[in-house]
């Protein structure tokens, strides 16, 4: 099975950074995404990685260790916007097709003035 | 971009009755459909996979019976919950593969808040 860990919740301040982090357990892996969804919406894409190294997407920065089974999602300075959960999300090969995804059950992230 | 349209997006029903939620790719063909529910404070879990044209792949302890999904076309895939209960009470979402339109991720809808009284 597949096995997604990463924190509750975590705060932080208003123009701070703050590093998410995200471990997993998967066979077949094929490739690690973030999510951010404000309380009663879905979830709007961030980034994804399916190679080992650091993506950067402005104020957002997503980090994979395939051989660690470790993501982190780093966001910089940090706006009263930014306040949400943060869900990691792997995919897994099965065989051909398009694959769900398996959710880790998010990060709430608050931050403060 | 690639657009899911989901209706309707808050839903009240009776115990018993039957509810079904509708997505719909606005401009692509979504061959592959993803059905998740979330409870509150936890985690999307896939409920089952849609493909156009054929049965839905269901999850783990998902009751095919109960949920039932059509994918009748390559825009439209809906999901009806049957003699819903209370404990069906959720935040259901769909998603689509964007495999085969130039992209790896997946778009969703904006979800439906379904309360069984």
């Known amino acids: 099975g597949q096995n997604i860990d990463q924190p509750t919740e975590m705060t932080a301040t208003e123009g701070a950074i703050v590093q998410i982090n995200c471990t997993y357990q998967t066979s077949g892996f094929n490739g690690l995404f973030w999510y951010q969804q404000h309380a009663g919406e879905a979830p709007t894409f961030l980034s994804y990685?399916?190679?080992?190294g650091l993506e950067e997407k402005g104020r957002f920065s997503s980090f994979l260790s395939r051989s660690k089974g470790y993501s982190y999602l780093l966001l910089k300075e940090l706006q009263m916007k930014d306040s949400a959960s943060y869900l990691c999300a792997v995919r897994s090969i099965a065989g051909g097709g398009a694959d769900g995804l398996t959710f880790g059950k998010g990060t709430h992230l608050i931050i403060q003035p | 971009g690639a657009v899911v349209s989901q209706h309707p997006s808050r839903v009240i029903c009776k115990s018993g009755t039957s509810v079904k939620i509708e997505c719909r790719s606005l401009?692509?063909?979504?061959?592959?459909m993803f059905w998740y529910r979330q409870f509150p404070k936890q985690s999307l879990m896939l409920m089952a996979t849609?493909?156009?044209?054929?049965?839905?792949?269901?999850e783990q302890g998902v009751e095919k019976d109960k949920f039932l999904i059509n994918h009748a076309s390559l825009t439209l895939s809906t999901l009806t919950v049957t003699s819903a209960h209370p404990e069906d009470s959720s935040f259901y979402i769909c998603s689509a593969s964007l495999l085969g339109q130039g992209a790896h991720g997946y778009t969703f809808g904006s979800g439906t808040r379904l309360t069984v009284v």
């Open positions: 401009d692509f063909q979504a061959t592959t």
């Open positions: 990685n399916v190679l080992d």
């Open positions: 849609s493909n156009e044209g054929s049965k839905a792949t269901y």
